[in-house]
């Protein structure tokens, strides 16, 4: 499984940044200078106390570093990694431990078995109180060893699973968001094509150009919003547009759509989609009251924030279960996934007024 994970990753390391690059590939590189420098990396920091004691106390006999070599070999070259890439895939990943455990302690006894045999003509020099007091020793300071190689291994398995999960959770968050982005293309067609029906029956002269700009709309709506973000800009396009559209059947409405916009701040990015339900449900249901007939769009976009609030008139016993729908909801959905805790939204339903208010922040919220 880790190497599965991994391949994954070799094959996408743009995704990551370069220090995280760096760090993938001397962990989990397969190219053999990678897998060399770990290697000499990990067997020299352990036995380099040992190797140092040598030096230094003149140990050095030809036939002392054949052995001592011999040592080496079957430790770091047969029984560490047999452990690795056998025993642990086929036992502890499984969750056999107990069975792991005893084959492991069999391995360390075995090779300080050969250990003393083979160094029993030194056996002074190590002043050692006995076999058994040699072989605990040297059993405890061997597992020790594995015991790090293997927490290695497990950490470099708890990485690869934990960059996959991040993988998994953005393809799952991009899945649902597209998703979300879908729904609203049908619904907004619905309304649209009501309207330019409603045009043609009455022999309405803007027609065809409502056909021609709802064409642009929806082109905004099948290639521009496929990616994850867009410039306010084009944002703000559309929604003109989509403004345009929706004025032709309404002549005697009062309406206003209005941007403030501080230095910087019509430079930033948005989810595409966000403002247009909350404006495309404002034209649906706004009525004409007692004393007013009216709606109103503002854009407030600031460097840290772009503060939109749309209202429209309504009448006094107006159904508030009817306002809103699956187009809002979705809208919900969206920026919970998208901006969690970096939004706040309010919709007020009052007597004779209909009010949505959503400010996005582009920066955390400092809560201290």
Partial sequence: MPDIIIQEYENDLNTLTERESF?????????????????????????????????????????????????????AVILVPLNLYYL???????????????????????????????????????????????????VIQNSLILGMAVGIKLFKYWYASDLRIKRIAKEK???????????????????????????????????????????????????????????????????????????????????KFSIISEENGIGKSIEPLLFSTFIENAFKHVRKNETAYFLYITLEIHPASIHFTVVNSKRKHYVSSKIGGIGIE??????????KDRYDLEISNLEEEYKTELTIFFKEINTN
């Fill in 23 to 75: 760090i993938f590939k001397f962990i989990f590189g397969k190219q053999w200078k990678y897998r060399i420098q770990r290697y000499l990396l990990f067997w020299l920091t352990v036995y380099f106390t040992e190797l140092l004691h040598t030096v230094v106390d003149d140990f050095g006999t030809p036939s002392y570093w054949a052995k001592f070599i011999s040592c080496i070999f079957l430790h």
């Fill in 88 to 138: 642990m895939p086929n036992f502890l990943y499984r969750k056999r431990y107990f069975l792991y455990v005893l084959i492991s302690l069999f391995q360390e006894l075995f090779y300080t078995i050969y250990t003393w045999y083979i160094f029993m003509d030194r056996y002074d020099t190590f002043e050692m109180n006995g076999f058994w007091y040699y072989t605990l020793g040297f």
């Fill in 173 to 255: 968050l991009m899945a649902e968001l597209q998703y979300l982005k879908n729904q609203i293309n049908p619904h907004f067609l619905f309304n649209s094509l009501n309207n330019i029906l409603v045009m043609h029956k009455t022999n309405h002269p803007e027609t065809e150009n409502s056909i021609i700009g709802l064409s642009d709309l929806l082109k905004y709506q099948l290639y521009d919003c496929s990616n994850e973000s867009l410039p306010l800009k084009k944002e703000i396009e559309y929604i003109e547009n989509f403004i345009h559209l929706e004025k032709i059947r309404k002549t005697d409405l009062d309406f």
């Fill in 330 to 339: 979705n809208v919900k959905k969206r920026l919970n996934l998208v901006y």
